[in-house]
């Protein structure tokens, strides 16, 4: 199955669909992300905005969820910053806390406030 990220004009994520990958297929069996899209467009409008995105993320770093920015440079799909003081990964385009997670077997939160993990209290 083959999932497509509907976006609205500032390249945000509206809704994720599944969409049959016969649909992306073209006269030689080879699949199409154009395809994919034009169907979309067939189902929601034709002046809809459509990408594919990978439930395994193989292509575009990330699989779209509602929220999710479409970053044409990067050609990426970022979920919103989580904290304040996380930065974006170039390479994964995933947000990374200033400071690493402790490897000590414990649980921890974060606190943005301070810009630091706190052990979970429970």
Same mark, same amino acid.
């Given at each position: ?7 609205? !004009? ?10 049959? *990958? *016969? ?18 467009? !067939? ?18 770093? *990330? ?16 979920? %919103?910053? %989580?904290? !304040? ?12 806390? %200033?400071?690493?997670? %402790? ?20």
């Amino acid at each position: 199955m083959a999932h497509f990220a509907k976006l609205n !004009s500032n390249n945000k994520v509206e809704q994720v669909i599944v969409v049959h *990958n *016969n649909e992306l297929l073209d006269d030689n069996n080879n699949e199409v992300e154009q395809n994919g899209i034009d169907f979309c467009k !067939s189902l929601f409008g034709e002046n809809t905005v459509w990408k594919q995105t990978s439930y395994n993320a193989t292509f575009r770093k *990330n699989f779209a969820g509602k929220g999710f920015t479409y970053d044409e440079d990067r050609d990426a799909f970022i979920a %919103p910053q %989580p904290f !304040s003081k996380w930065v974006l990964n170039e390479d994964t385009c995933r947000w990374e806390a %200033p400071v690493a997670y %402790p490897d000590d077997g414990e649980e921890y939160v974060w606190n943005d406030n301070k810009g630091e993990w706190e052990l979970k209290v429970v």
